[in-house]
C-alpha cells in the first residue's frame, strides 16, 4: 500500500530537520550568528541563530518529496508561496544581524505579502473585489508573521505552536482533498517537529527572527489554501470561515494584547517586553517548560474545536465560538494575576 503523500512529505521534512539543525548550530558558531546573553535575554549563553534556515530547506525538500505530478496542478501559487518564504527567511536573517527598525521590517514584510499575492494566494470568500482580497491578504499575511515573531519568546514556544496550527490546516485540506494545501502543511508540520527536539525543552540552537517570520508566513499561507466552505458539499453554517482565527487565537490574541498593554503605558508597540501570555503564566509559578506545554495544549484544544466546525451543526457551532472565547478570557485573567514587568524581549 503505497503512503499518502502529505505523510511522505511530514516524514521526510522532519528527518530533514533534525540531521540539518545541528549543521545550522555549527554554521551558526563559525560565522558568529548568535544571540548573545544581556538585558531582555532569558539565556545565560551565547546562542545559534540559524535555526530557521535548516526548518525552511527542510520544509522544501518535504515539499518536492510529493513529486512533481502531485504539484503541478497548482505550481504559480507554490512558486509564489516558496519565494515569499525565501523572503521572510531573508528579512529575519537580516534582522538577527542588523536589529532592524521598525519601519524597514514593516516595508519588507509588506513586500514580502505582496509577492505571495502576486503568485496567486489571496481571501476570496464571500469577496468579489480583487483589490479588497489583496488588501484583506496582506494585512492578514504581515499580522500572521508579526503574531509568530512576538511569540518566539521561549524555548520551542514558536516552532510547537507552529507544527500544532500546521497540522491542524494539514487535517483540513486532507478532509477536502486539497493537495497543495495538504502538501505544504505537511511538510512544514515535519520541519518544525523535526527542529523542536534541538529547542524544546533546552534550547541549543533558536529560530530567530529568520524561523518566527518564516512560519508565520507558512501559516497565513496555510490559513488562506484550504476551501473551508465548499458549495458542492456546504457545512450547515458558514462559521468554518473562522476556522483560521481559531486556530491561531493564541498568537493573534498575544500580539494584540501586548501591544495594547505597551500603548497604554506609552512605550512603542514594537519594543520587547515581558508581558507575553508565557510569561505571565512562568510569573503565576509554572516553570517555562510548564507554561510552553500548557500553550501547546490550549492551541490544540482550539485547533480540534475549529476542526469540528466543517461538519457542526449551528448549535455546535455555537459552541465552539463559545468555548474559544471562553479560553482567552480564561488566559486573559490568568495574566493578571501575574506581576506586571516592563522589561524583557519577544
Not at 142 to 151: E, Q
Request: with cysteine.
Amino acid at each position: 500500500m503505497r503512503m499518502p503523500l502529505p505523510i511522505l512529505s511530514c516524514i521526510t521534512a522532519a528527518f530533514a530537520a533534525f540531521a540539518l539543525t545541528p549543521l545550522a548550530r555549527a554554521a551558526s558558531r563559525r560565522l558568529d550568528f548568535v544571540d548573545d546573553p544581556g538585558h531582555r535575554k532569558i539565556h545565560a549563553e551565547p546562542m545559534a541563530l540559524l535555526g530557521g534556515v535548516a526548518v525552511f530547506v527542510a520544509v522544501v525538500v518535504g515539499v518536492l518529496s510529493a513529486g512533481p505530478d502531485a504539484l503541478a496542478q497548482d505550481g504559480r501559487r507554490l512558486a509564489g508561496i516558496l519565494l515569499g518564504a525565501a523572503m521572510a527567511l531573508a528579512l529575519g536573517l537580516v534582522d538577527d544581524r542588523r536589529d532592524l527598525k521598525a519601519a524597514p521590517k514593516l516595508a519588507g514584510q509588506l513586500l514580502i505579502a505582496l509577492v505571495a499575492v502576486a503568485g496567486g494566494l489571496r481571501v476570496t470568500l464571500f469577496i468579489p473585489v480583487p483589490a479588497l482580497q489583496w488588501l484583506l491578504t496582506v494585512l492578514w499575511l504581515v499580522t500572521v508573521m508579526n503574531a509568530l515573531n512576538f511569540m518566539d519568546n521561549m524555548d520551542g514556544l514558536c516552532s510547537g505552536v507552529g507544527a500544532i496550527c500546521a497540522l491542524i490546516f494539514g487535517g483540513i485540506a486532507l478532509a477536502h482533498e486539497q493537495p497543495l494545501a495538504a502538501t505544504l502543511a505537511a511538510a512544514t508540520a515535519g520541519a518544525l517537529l523535526g527542529f523542536l527536539p534541538w529547542n524544546f525543552p533546552r534550547a541549543r540552537i533558536f529560530l530567530g527572527d529568520s524561523g518566527s517570520h518564516l512560519v508565520g508566513f507558512l501559516l497565513g499561507a496555510l490559513a488562506l489554501l484550504p476551501h473551508y466552505y465548499l458549495h458542492r458539499d456546504p457545512s450547515p453554517t458558514l462559521l468554518p470561515v473562522l476556522i483560521p482565527l481559531i486556530v491561531l487565537a493564541l498568537p493573534l490574541f498575544d500580539l494584540v494584547a501586548v501591544m495594547w498593554q505597551r500603548w497604554r503605558r506609552g512605550a512603542p508597540v514594537y519594543i520587547g517586553d515581558t508581558n507575553h501570555i508565557s510569561h505571565r503564566f512562568v510569573r503565576l509559578g509554572l516553570s517555562r517548560v510548564a507554561a510552553v506545554t500548557v500553550l501547546y495544549l490550549l492551541t490544540l484544544v482550539l485547533g480540534f474545536g475549529a476542526v469540528v466546525l466543517l461538519w457542526a451543526p449551528w448549535w455546535v457551532a455555537a459552541l465552539v465560538v463559545a468555548q474559544t472565547l471562553g479560553v482567552l478570557v480564561i488566559v486573559t485573567a490568568l495574566q493578571h494575576f501575574g506581576a506586571r514587568e516592563n522589561s524583557g524581549d519577544h
